[in-house]
Every structure is written in structure tokens, then in C-alpha cells.
């Protein structure tokens, strides 16, 4: 995935008014960071969108997955983009359920949430 494809939409009279999954460069499938997606968004005039990096607690197929130690620092990242933005942009997470792993997915919520 990359910033010139958007993939998931709200529309409104055949105009796309947002998109809520969005992955950049943090995640292990996309390229493109922060203000790529939102210089697309705006030329495809599309309202709003949202960031949802993968967080893969459990990695597939032995893919290392860093993006969960960088959360603090990419919700900062997030956090300045946002307020330098003239477009709505949300923030969330896409991240696998693996009940043995319930814990360690609580607390690095919490964390985050706790230092920003």
C-alpha cells in the first residue's frame, strides 16, 4: 500500500469523505509517511482520514514487527502531524486478538496512552 491508494471509504454523492485505514511506512505492508497520506487525501479531496498501523504482537510468518516499541514516539509523531493539519486525521491501531497475549497488549496501551 502506499499513499495513491486509498482503501477504505466513506462516500457521499459519489465524493469520498473519509478514510479510516490507512498504513505508513510503520507498518510492515505500506510505504509513505504521515503528510504523503494527507497531501493524497487533499488533492483527492477526501475530508478525513485515519491511521491504523499493524501491531502484530504475535508476527506472522516470523516477520519482526518493531512498530509496538515505536508506539510512543509514532503517537507523537501523530499528535504533531495532526496539529499542523487542515484535514480531520484520526488516529488508531490494527492489532491482532491472541488471548495469550492479552496482557502485553493491555499494558502497551496503557503506556502509550500514558505518555502522550
Not at 491504523?52 to 504482537?57: F, G, I, K, P, T
Not at 503517537?75 to 492479552?102: W, Y
Request: with cysteine.
Amino acid at each position: 500500500m502506499d499513499p495513491t491508494s486509498l482503501l477504505v471509504w466513506l462516500w457521499t454523492d459519489d465524493v469520498m469523505i473519509a478514510d479510516y485505514h490507512l498504513h505508513t511506512h510503520a507498518s510492515t505492508d505500506a510505504t509513505g509517511n504521515m503528510a504523503d497520506y494527507i497531501n493524497a487525501a487533499k488533492r483527492r479531496k477526501i475530508l478525513e482520514i485515519g491511521f491504523s498501523e499493524h501491531a502484530l504482537l504475535c508476527p506472522l510468518s516470523r516477520r519482526p514487527d518493531s512498530f509496538a516499541s515505536k508506539m510512543p514516539s509514532y503517537t507523537q509523531d501523530f499528535l504533531d502531524v495532526k496539529e499542523n493539519s487542515d484535514l480531520t486525521v484520526r488516529l488508531g491501531i490494527e492489532i491482532d486478538f491472541f488471548p495469550m497475549n492479552f496482557s502485553r497488549q493491555r499494558s502497551l496501551f496503557k503506556c502509550t496512552l500514558l505518555t502522550t
